[in-house]
Structures are given as C-alpha cells and as structure tokens.
T-cell receptor, first 116, second 112 residues
C-alpha cells in the first residue's frame, strides 16, 4: 500500500513550456486535491476533485488545469509555465467529508518545480 | 478574508519539555480541525484532528485543545523529542468537498 505517490519529484522548466504532474493513490479515496506550497507559507488549494470525471477550482486555479479520468489518478497540467509557478506541489486524497470518523487528507511527497 | 493563522512562527524547545503550538481561526462555521507535521522535503503528515463538538482530544504524546469561544486551537506535544523538529500546520475544514484551509505554519526546533 503505497498511499499517495507523485511523479516527477523534481522538474526544471523554461518559461512557456508545458508539463503534467501525476498523482496516484491506492486507498480507493474518492476525493483528490492539488496544492502548492511557497517558501515559508502554508498550502494553497489549486484544484480538487470529488470523484472520477469531476474537477473544481480551489483558491489559486489560474494557470493550471486538471483531469481525473480514473479514480486513482489526478493530473495537474501547466500549459505555459511562468516563473510565478515555481513552487512545491503536493497532491492529497481523502474520503468524502463525514463518511468516516476522520476527514483527513493524506499527502504525497511533493514535486519541486522550478520555472526559469 | 477569513483564514486560519498562527501566533508564533518559530518555537524553540528544550528536549524533554512540553511544546505548545497555537492557532487562531476566524470562521465560526468551521467544524473540523487538523494538525499536520511537515518535515523538511516531505509532505504534511497527519498528527491529530478534532471536531467542533469536542474541546479536547488526546493522541500519543499529543493533545489538541479547541476553544470555540475565542476561536483558538492548540497542539500540545509532551516530552518533546528531536524527531519532533518540523513545521506544524493547523487546518480547518469549512466547505463542501472536504476542502482544507491551512495556516502559515510554526517551526519547532528541539534543542538537545
């Protein structure tokens, strides 16, 4: 049981390039999330999904797109990377709120992205 | 806007002492709170949670206290160990979709 995994771990992009970050979870969670974390700050929600085939905007969605074609995978895309998107990106997953005794989100190890 | 925040950015603690990390929240509609621990280069790790119908919850060496009157949350770590050195975040759940809002984090440094 690997939990939440993310690929790649590190990536350097040039301004204007595109890339996709992959998140996978093997806990059969219905909800998945993408966050970004900037130095010395907490996590900010980019997009999230409450089930296969559904996505929704979070706090800072601009410049990002997501897809949830399979329940276990949640992809985060940058179509035209900008230096402001330099950050550490974390994926998380959870059961729906209220379904279990805890609504805890479980996080992956992160992807460190640098945009030059 | 409404947010979750922390009073102390850095807490230096002697090994073996107790640690107290504080967090303020402003949305009285929040009904679920979580404390996460984040070690350098890793993702946040769940420590303990509490629902708004509770005032206190205990785990292994950790206790979370919730004061709804003043909208304050605290994490107490008993007998702090070097492995407790990390950044601690509080988060609140106040929206559909189980979305969490995170505070800015407190760094705990354990002195030997």
């Amino acid at each position: 049981n690997a939990g939440v995994t993310q690929t790649p771990k590190f990536r350097v992009l040039k301004t204007g390039q595109s890339m996709t970050l992959l998140c996978a979870q093997d806990m059969n969670h219905e909800y998945m999330y993408w966050y970004r974390q900037d130095p010395g700050m907490g996590l900010r929600l980019i997009h999230y999904s409450v089930g296969e085939g559904t996505t929704a905007k979070g706090e800072v969605p601009d410049g990002y797109n997501v897809s949830r074609l399979k329940k276990q995978n949640f992809l985060l895309g940058l179509e035209s990377a900008a230096p402001s998107q330099t950050s550490v990106y974390f994926c998380a997953s959870s059961y729906p709120a209220g379904r279990t005794l805890t609504d805890t989100q479980y996080f992956g190890p992160g992807t460190r992205l640098t945009v030059l | 806007g409404e947010s979750v925040g922390l009073h102390l950015p850095t807490l230096s603690v002697q090994e073996g002492d107790n640690s107290i990390i504080n967090c303020a929240y402003s949305n009285s509609a929040s009904d679920y709170f979580i404390w996460y621990k984040q070690e350098s280069g890793k993702g946040p790790q769940f420590i303990i949670d509490i629902r708004s119908n509770m005032d206190k919850r205990q785990g292994q060496r950790v206790t979370v206290l919730l004061n709804k009157t003043v909208k304050h949350l605290s994490l107490q770590i008993a007998a702090t160990q070097p492995g407790d050195s990390a950044v601690y975040f509080c988060a609140e759940n106040r929206a559909a979709g189980n979305k969490l809002t995170f505070g800015g984090g407190t760094r705990v440094l354990v002195k030997p």
